[in-house]
Nanobody, 124 residues
Framework: QVQLVESGGGLVQAGGSLRLSCAAS????????MGWYRQAAGKERELVAS???????NYADSVKGRFAISRGNAKNTVYLQMNSLKPEDTAVYYC??????????????????WGQGTRVTVSS
């Protein structure tokens, strides 16, 4: 069973910083890409940042220059450094990983796994 566990959310004043962490565990064959999404109250979930196994990075326009995504050396962890936070960054942040697993018949299956979410609140 694969699990993504997030940490690092909280309450911060505008202009402050937070660092989110996400670790994947379980019977994982490979992780092709990891990323962070967020969902504000009354809005749809949106991509914040993503990083592939090859290191290609993508950011939402709204966070470019303020947020930085990175992966740990073990490649099963992903971080989101959030600087110059704004009230509009307030949301529940979800870790996402595109994972491949192999079953007992050696059949590989790829799918997206999600974390439980961590709340980020930025006060003005």
């Amino acid at each position: 069973q694969v699990q993504l566990v997030e940490s690092g959310g909280g309450l911060v004043q505008a202009g402050g910083s937070l660092r989110l962490s996400c670790a994947a565990s379980g019977s994982i064959f490979s992780i092709n890409a990891m990323g962070w999404y967020r969902q504000a109250a009354g809005k749809e979930r949106e991509l914040v940042a993503s990083i592939t196994s090859g290191g290609r990075i993508n950011y939402a326009d709204s966070v470019k220059g303020r947020f930085a995504i990175s992966r740990g050396n073990a490649k099963n962890t992903v971080y989101l450094q959030m600087n110059s936070l704004k009230p509009e960054d307030t949301a529940v942040y979800y870790c996402n990983a595109h994972i491949a697993v192999v079953d007992s018949m050696s059949i590989k299956t790829e799918y997206d796994e999600w974390g439980q979410g961590t709340r980020v609140t930025v006060s003005s």
